[in-house]
């Protein structure tokens, strides 16, 4: 059974000038799924996320979302779309509750109608205490929730959100994930791009690494793992880690040295903390493989721009 | 060059509504503002500097010049709602994109500006001839109101000449050459403040050329003497001049907001 792609795009590029900010990704994201875009800055989350929901034309490929294509007048897509983008776009000049019914004005939805609406919402990112407070007396992770409400106005069946907890603290993104979990089993599916490892392997059924354009690799989070970085690393960082890591010749470990780190990938570290004692190395780190530690494989360590 | 996303619908409303919600936060401070304004210009003018003019075909210079400051204030303020306000909209807060999220089309969001253009113009243009009124520099009531029409239109006009500056402004000290290219000589010379009768030729054809010119003849014909000589041509004009402004505000604001 193939199921129903609710994004699908093919060869999807965006360049400024001379700079590939997109170059030429395919991506596919069923009805009900949640994908999550991973990438360091720079790598074209934005600009990808920008032309699926229709603020960025692209330069070529094909894409087509919740069914219709998406190059030809977009109208009716985003009647079915919500979108949380990376920089706010709350409406500075109006208090949260005449952002909220003036928004869903531009969906067509009355004021009358848009009320219990609101109010369900504005509980649903607790935020009901603040529904009379003008936009610049929020904090900026008050800014973000109220985003995501705004967002679920005109209950859409996909969800783009480019950076949904940056700048929340840890309460707000735990809310912020129970919120999106719910969403997700009532149904809607949900495209988003982080920089939280965590909300990429707690939320997303596939993610996608993308650098410099292009998608990396693709996939469950956990099996990524599994198959990319092993079930376990080891990090030595003490001063004799050249000669602990050659204790280990043999294991047919994976080495990657970054600044005074050193690590090792393999699939049970059993057998290499055992060489490792008897060598005398006692400073070293063993841990369960991350999606983090994806990343960084993928990625490099190094930042670079 | 025309896209499907530049042709307005009658979604243009909800943007018109969306400016209306915001007004209602500052509208009584503004109003007190500019009663206060207008009284001192009529003032200054109509009475100051009225006293060294000699009556105008038999009208007092105070009577001459009300229907043109009418005319001007709506070219101000329709001037202001498009150029800072705009920008600021389009990209300072970010407006109009959360608008683009939404099923609104640029040409809904364009509209919805201009008639808001239009909507300020006429509150504005009313406040004045309320103040003309108390003065009684207003031959009938119901002649006064029957400039509306054509102050909306003047509030369209500069709104989308607004627009074609703000879609083109790298930023907001643009707008100075706004101002002193666009509204400043219409201010001077769209026979607002003196009549154009014995000026040099040259001066009457480029006043001519002004489509506000043409604003200011209807609604002086209408406020002081309940009629308008020439008044279809003069309306052809305002009407036309405003039509394509307006597709020439669609084209810049497009340009700006389609990447
Ligand atoms: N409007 C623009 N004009 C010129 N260059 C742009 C524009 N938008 C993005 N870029 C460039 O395109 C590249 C990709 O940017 P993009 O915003 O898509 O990255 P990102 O993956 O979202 O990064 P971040 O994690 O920092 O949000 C960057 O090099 C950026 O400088
Ligand atoms: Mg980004």
Known sequence: MVAELDIHARGLSKSFGALKAVDGITLQVERGECYGMLGPNGAGKTTAIRMIHGAVRPDGGELSVLGRDAAAGSRRIRE??????????????????????????????????????????????????????????????????????????????LLILD?????????????????????????LTILLTTHYMEEAAQLCD??????????????????????????????????????????????????????????????????????????????????????????????????RE | MIAAGMVP???????????????????????????????????????????????????????????????????????????YGAYNRMRVQKTYEAMMSAPLSLGDIVLGDLLWCGTRAIIGATLMMIVLSLFGLIGSLWWALSVLPIIFLVGLMFGSLGLVSAGLAPSFSFFSFHFSLVVMPMFFFAETLFPLRGL????????????????????????????????????????????VFMACATISVSRRMMS
């Open chain 1, 80 to 157: 079915e779309m919500g979108v949380v983008p990376q920089e706010d776009t709350l409406d500075n000049e109006l208090s949260v509750y005449n952002n909220m019914w003036v928004f869903a004005n531009y969906f067509g939805i009355s004021r009358r109608r848009s009320r219990d609406r609101i109010e369900e919402l504005l509980d649903f990112v607790q935020l009901r205490d603040k529904w009379g407070e003008q936009i610049k007396n929020l904090s900026g992770g008050m800014k973000r929730r109220l985003l995501i409400a705004r967002a679920l106005i005109h209950r859409p069946r």
């Open chain 2, 9 to 83: 619908s009658r979604r243009a409303l909800r943007v018109w509504l969306r400016h209306l919600v915001q007004y209602r936060s500052f509208y009584v401070a503004e109003w007190a503002g500019n009663f206060g304004e207008h009284v001192l210009y009529l003032l200054a003018f109509g009475y100051g500097l009225g006293r060294l003019v000699p009556s105008l075909n038999g009208i007092s210079y105070a009577q001459f010049i009300g229907p043109g400051l009418v005319v001007s204030i709506a070219m101000w303020t329709s001037t202001f709602e498009s150029t």
């Open chain 1, 163 to 187: 950076e949904p907890t940056t700048g929340l603290d840890p309460q707000a993104r735990h809310l912020v994930w129970q919120r999106l979990r719910e969403l997700k089993s009532g149904g």
């Open chain 1, 206 to 303: 596939r993610i996608g690494v993308m650098a410099q354009g292009r998608v990396l690799v693709e996939g469950p989070p956990a099996e990524l793992v599994r198959e990319r970085v092993g079930e376990e690393v080891i990090e030595l960082r003490g001063a004799g880690r050249e000669a602990a890591a050659a204790a280990l010749n043999g294991l047919g470990l994976e080495i990657e040295r970054a600044g005074d780190t050193l690590y090792l990938y393999c699939r049970s570290g059993a057998k290499a903390v055992e060489r490792l004692a008897s060598a005398g190395e006692r400073e070293f780190l063993r841990r369960p493989a991350s999606l983090e530690d994806l990343f960084l494989r993928l990625t490099g360590r190094e930042l």
């Open chain 2, 200 to 243: 040099p030729d040259g001066l009457r054809l480029f006043s001519q050329t002004l489509p506000l010119t043409h604003a200011v003849k209807i609604v002086r014909g209408l406020i002081i003497f309940g009629r308008v000589d020439d008044f279809l041509f003069h309306l052809f004009i305002l009407a036309g001049s405003t039509l």
